[in-house]
């Protein structure tokens, strides 16, 4: 099954993505977790998404479709694929169906995460993760069961986003607006798009999500 997550910043892809790796052994692809790793990493893609990562906006069409498709490339045929934040443009959408068809797959679903944007803000700001295996948490929403101690691995270094403050959030947001919300027609006339109630608590959404993925 190869599925996409849609919905603006903080609309909770990322931490829906890990609850369906860890129910179904999907797999998932995050161009914002690669293009990190990158930036990391110091490479020649990480140089040039850096201050573009860090002022909101969108990295070329070009590097985040060669990302996607190198690792589409490195998964095994039997393993279904979570898109988390990529496409995120008209010209991405049309590059997935090219990159899916070479890989003798196609998308069975897109779900739009629905949420309020007033919500969004606090979301992300109080967004932070675990340093070593990555688990997503929050401030006020989804605190580590014990202070300071992952849930999942038991690391005690956390990290925030450098890219995760109010400012750059309306970037993105504006961003999300104008040119990924416009790509919903696109998978809309293929009748493969279903609403969730983003708004709902963590565990309502991931409940809601399998629904459709049983249908
Ligand atoms: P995205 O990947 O869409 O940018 P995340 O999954 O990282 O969003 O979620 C953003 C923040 O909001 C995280 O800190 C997460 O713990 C929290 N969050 C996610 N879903 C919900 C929810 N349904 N209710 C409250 N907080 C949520
Ligand atoms: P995310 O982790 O999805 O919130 O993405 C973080 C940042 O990475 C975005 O604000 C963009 O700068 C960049 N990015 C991630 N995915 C894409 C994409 N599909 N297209 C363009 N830029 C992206």
Do not use: W
């Amino acid at each position: 099954m190869n599925i996409i997550l849609l919905g603006p910043p903080g609309a909770g892809k990322g931490t829906q993505a890990q609850r369906l790796v860890e129910r179904f052994g999907m797999r998932q692809l995050s161009t914002g977790d690669m293009l990190r790793a990158a930036v990391k990493a110091g490479t020649p893609v990480g140089l040039k998404a850096k201050a573009v990562m860090e002022a909101g906006e969108l990295v070329s069409d070009e590097i985040v479709s060669a990302l996607i498709s190198d690792e589409l490339a490195a998964m095994g045929s039997d393993v279904g694929a979570i898109f988390d934040g990529y496409p995120r443009t008209e010209a991405q959408a049309v590059s997935l169906e090219a990159i899916l068809d070479s890989h003798g797959r196609k998308l069975d679903h897109v779900i739009e995460l629905d949420v309020d944007e007033d919500a969004l803000v606090e979301r992300i700001t109080g967004r932070f993760t675990c340093a070593s295996c990555g688990k997503g948490y929050h401030d006020r929403f989804e605190r580590p069961e014990k202070e300071g101690v992952c849930d999942k691995c038991g690391s005690t270094e956390f990290k925030r986003r450098p890219d995760d403050n109010e400012e750059t959030v309306r970037t993105r947001m504006a961003e999300y607006r104008a040119k990924t919300a416009p790509i919903l027609p696109f998978y809309e006339k293929n009748g493969i798009v279903s609403r969730v109630d983003g708004m709902a608590d963590m565990d309502a959404v991931t409940a809601a999500i399998e629904a459709i993925l049983n249908r």
